[in-house]
Nanobody, 126 residues
Framework: QVQLVESGGGLVQAGGSLRLSCAAS????????MGWFRQAPGKEREFVGG????????GYANSVKGRFTISRDNAKNTVYLQMNSLKPEDTAVYYC???????????????????WGQGTQVAVSS
C-alpha cells in the first residue's frame, strides 16, 4: 500500500506558476513510476505527465508540453509538478498516482496506476 498526499494547489492568474508536490509513504517509492492527472468539472480524468521510477524518463500530454515539468526526489519520497505559463483551461483538481507495473517508461493509462492521492485544486483566472 502506498499513501499519496498532494499539496501546492491554489488560485493563480493566467501566465503564473504553481508547483505541486506529492509526498508518498508506505512501500518503497522508487519501485513506482509516478503520474499526474487532472480532472476538470464535467470532464474525464486525463493524463498530464509522468516520470519513470528512476526519474530518467518523463512524458507529457500535448496540452502541457513545454509548460509543465515533472521531477522526483526518491530520497524524499516526493514527486513534483512545476506548472508555468498557466492557462484558464488548466483549472482542475490535480491528482498524483503511483504505478507499480511499468518498469522503465511512463504510462498514460489511468488503469495502470494503482494508488491515488486525494487531489489538490488548481484554479487559473483569466
Amino acid at each position: 500500500q502506498v499513501q499519496l498526499v498532494e499539496s501546492g494547489g491554489g488560485l493563480v492568474q493566467a501566465g503564473g506558476s504553481l508547483r505541486l508536490s506529492c509526498a508518498a509513504s508506505g512501500r518503497t517509492f522508487s519501485n513506482y513510476a509516478m503520474g499526474w492527472f487532472r480532472q476538470a468539472p464535467g470532464k474525464e480524468r486525463e493524463f498530464v505527465g509522468g516520470v519513470s521510477r528512476t526519474g530518467g524518463r518523463t512524458g507529457y500530454a500535448n496540452s502541457v508540453k513545454g509548460r509543465f515539468t515533472i521531477s522526483r526526489d526518491n530520497a524524499k519520497n516526493t514527486v513534483y509538478l512545476q506548472m508555468n505559463s498557466l492557462k484558464p483551461e488548466d483549472t482542475a483538481v490535480y491528482y498524483c498516482a503511483a504505478d507499480r507495473h511499468t518498469s522503465f517508461f511512463v504510462s498514460t493509462l489511468i488503469n495502470e496506476y494503482d494508488y491515488w492521492g486525494q487531489g489538490t485544486q488548481v484554479a487559473v483566472s483569466s
